[in-house]
């Protein structure tokens, strides 16, 4: 297992709400990613954070938000959730100064829109 | 911007047998290849990489190849067992590596005994 943990597992919301995900990033890791998986698909790339900045973003609505603390986790905020919403988030962190890009992905929280 | 194509979507062997899972991909610059293995309900867990500068390298009974030139990489898994069973993603760097990845769209592989 990785050192990747996130929080919280599971969640139900109803349309229209916000909704707040958390990621604690593996020790020596100062880079964390956040990705969207269908059900059936592929992770889809949110955004990236380095050094508490965004560092890249994939094709998502600016509702899709986060942060990244001093103490390199993370937070993603989804604002005005819809149905499509529902998907297993993960993070993955990595070590920026790393040249080998390893990511090591957490269990996810499973996020159902109702 | 980077593009991964995955095939084939699904997979069946025989235990004992190989299998072998292709991606293709679209930016030339990028340099590092990796493959992860996602279990029902489990996070997707690294299982094997490769840089640009190579072009192989195995892991007991996994290996990957890359063909830079054709700009594609492939996962081959030999001896297959039951608890090889899982949804396996290719994945490249959307920018150098240590960046964000652009996944596959995953193979199911199904090893029966």
């Known amino acids: 297992e990785t050192g990747v943990t996130q929080s919280p597992t599971h969640l139900i919301k109803t349309r229209g709400q916000q909704v707040t995900l958390r990621c604690s990033s593996q020790s020596g890791h100062n880079t964390v990613s956040w990705y969207q998986q269908a059900l059936g698909q592929g992770p889809q790339f949110i955004f990236q954070?380095?050094?508490?900045?965004?560092?890249g973003r994939g094709n998502f609505p600016p509702r899709f938000s986060g942060l990244q603390f001093p103490n390199y986790s993370s937070e993603l905020n989804v604002n005005a959730l819809e149905l499509d919403d529902s998907a297993l988030y993960l993070c993955?962190?990595?070590?920026?100064?790393?040249?080998?890009?390893?990511?090591?992905f957490g269990p996810g929280t499973r996020l159902t829109v109702t | 911007g980077e593009n991964v194509e995955q095939h084939p979507s699904t997979l069946s062997v025989q235990e004992g047998d190989s299998a072998v899972i292709k991606c293709t991909y679209s930016?030339?610059?990028?340099?590092?290849f990796p493959w992860y293995k996602q279990e029902l309900g489990k996070r997707p867990q690294l299982i094997i990489d490769i840089r640009s500068n190579v072009g192989e390298k195995k892991d007991q009974r996994i290996a990957v190849t890359l063909n830079k030139t054709a700009k594609h990489f492939s996962l081959h898994i030999t001896e297959t067992q039951p608890e090889d069973s899982a949804v396996y993603f290719c994945a490249a760097p959307r920018g150098q590596a240590g960046t964000a990845l652009i996944f596959g769209k995953g193979t199911t592989l199904s090893v029966s005994s």
């Open positions: 954070y380095y050094r508490e900045e965004e560092n």
């Open positions: 993955a962190s990595s070590a920026r100064t790393s040249d080998r890009g390893e990511q090591y």
């Open positions: 930016d030339s610059a990028s340099n590092y």
